[in-house]
């Protein structure tokens, strides 16, 4: 059995023993440090490190983004109040239209953004292009909550990258 010949400890937790070494850096890092990803373990600052390279949306695209959602859910709902009124028929349409709306939306917010990205941008984005449809939920019935739900989740899993197709 081998012994390590000196003792190592952990570069944030220096009481904490350890052997363990980050794979970017190779600093000692302990249990409650390491954070696993698919090369190794890391340290969390080499992983907040590698995470900032992805967010790369500057402020102004938190309100073009914005705009963007809000006037295409503003639109979106305008144009479904009527359809939305004809209870479980209208039901099933304002379900299919904002799922349509939303991908739209999640579309131009793209391209207005010219692709960058942001951790919160787009639940940003969801939840303020999901407010805009508000007249509809307030001058609709059940119609109105199913369009904002199709319409906001359907933006938000659309900008984030989620697909419920494999």
């Not at 570069?11 to 390491?34: F, M, N, Q, W």
């Not at 590698?50 to 695209?61: G, K, L, M, S």
């Not at 009124?85 to 939303?102: D, E, H, K, L, T």
């Amino acid at each position: 059995m081998t012994e390590l010949s000196e003792l190592t400890y952990c570069k944030t937790h220096p009481t904490v023993e350890t052997g363990l070494r980050c794979s970017k850096c190779e600093d000692y890092i302990c249990t409650r440090c390491a954070i696993q990803s698919p090369v190794g373990y890391r340290c969390k600052s080499c992983i907040k490190g590698q995470q900032a390279v992805f967010n790369t949306a500057e402020t102004r695209d938190y309100i073009v983004g914005a705009l963007v959602a809000m006037s295409i859910g503003a639109a979106a709902a305008a144009i479904n109040i009527f359809p939305a009124s004809f209870g479980f028929f209208g039901w099933i349409i304002a379900f299919m239209f904002g799922g349509a709306a939303g991908r739209f939306g999640a579309d131009m917010v793209r391209r207005a953004i010219q692709r960058r990205r942001s951790k919160n941008l787009f639940l940003v984005v969801a939840i303020l292009g999901t407010l805009a449809t508000l007249p509809l939920i307030l001058f609709s019935d059940l119609g109105g909550f199913i369009f904002a739900f199709a319409f906001g989740t359907t933006i938000y899993s659309s900008l984030r990258g989620i697909s419920i197709r494999r």
